[in-house]
């Protein structure tokens, strides 16, 4: 049975979309399938599908997750759904520059799904834009590690 991944991809200017598209480039083959979903208009049903997820997330405002994914994040923090059974890994975009919200978005995510019973597949990964390092490049780096991870992980939930 080949792997379900399932990225959540929230963004203001498409940068963690693009970080998306390249993961399920890297990723996708007869043992691995991916979908990459805009967090717009999602709810807590869609921890019902088989596989893993990873949350894909940019920072914005005041370290606030971005417009697309506000209305999921109320939704998990006001309806607080039991995601015991979920696995999950947080790829979060940020810059340095915004010192005291660094990776918010990222962090935020994190904290909500740990906070709902979920547990989180490797270390959260903090791209920082002002590194001059390619947010699609750290994640094509980082890309096979957690895929080997989530496999892991799946097969044990099996
Ligand atoms: C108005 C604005 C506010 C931002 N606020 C934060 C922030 O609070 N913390 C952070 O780490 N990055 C912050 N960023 C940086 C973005 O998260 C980063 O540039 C990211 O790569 C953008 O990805 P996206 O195109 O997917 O939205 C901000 C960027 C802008 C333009």
New binding site residues.
Partial sequence: MPLKLTILVA???????LVAQELQLAWEDDDTEVEVLQMDGLDAGVFSREGVFLVCT??????DV?DNAKAFYDALCRDRPGLAHVRYGVFG???RT?AE????GGKRFDDLLAGLGAKRIGERVQHN?SSGEM?EDTALEWAPKWLALAREAAEQAA
């Fill in positions: 963004t203001m200017t498409g940068t963690a979309q940019s920072t914005y405002g005041q370290g971005p975009l940020g810059d915004y919200t660094f990776n918010f834009a947010p």
